[in-house]
């Protein structure tokens, strides 16, 4: 298996999840961060909306926030972005990752991801960015 590219990952990224967001997004901003893309209504494992901030530095690394009000500790887990969720679930899934929505995955309309915690303890937020097609008569 080594070397060999199992799956398409199209971004990979920490996530830091946090009921003191904001505190986090200061922090970033203060690094040279600057907002790039803000995601509201993602329902949350906890069964609140969590808002997602991606953010990105002039040299181009990037961190995501996520304010989580219900989480009891603040959780710093990888954000992956896949081009074939299901695929990649299972990659992870035959690896002794367990979902933590049981076998729920939140879907936005936009895109679809649930987080993946690892047998040792790290996590993983699998998800995929749905592209609407455009039908062509």
Do not use: C
Not at 23 to 31: G, M, Q, R
Request: proline letters at 2%.
């Amino acid at each position: 298996m080594k070397g060999k590219i199992i799956m398409k990952i199209t971004g990979f990224r920490p996530l830091i999840i946090s009921a003191k967001a904001n505190d986090a997004i200061e922090l970033f901003e203060v690094l040279g961060f600057e907002k790039r893309h803000t995601k509201t209504g993602i329902e949350g494992k906890m069964k609140e909306y969590v808002t997602t901030v991606a953010m990105k530095d002039a040299n181009g690394f990037r961190v995501n926030v996520a304010q989580a009000d219900k989480i009891p500790s603040d959780l710093t887990v990888i954000a992956m972005n896949v081009d074939d969720f299901d695929e990649a679930y299972e990659f992870l899934k035959a690896r002794g990752f367990v979902n933590e929505q049981g076998d729920g995955v939140t879907d936005t309309g936009s895109s679809k991801a649930t987080l993946m915690m690892s047998p040792s303890g790290y996590g993983i937020v699998l998800s995929q960015h749905l592209k609407n097609e455009i039908i062509k008569e």
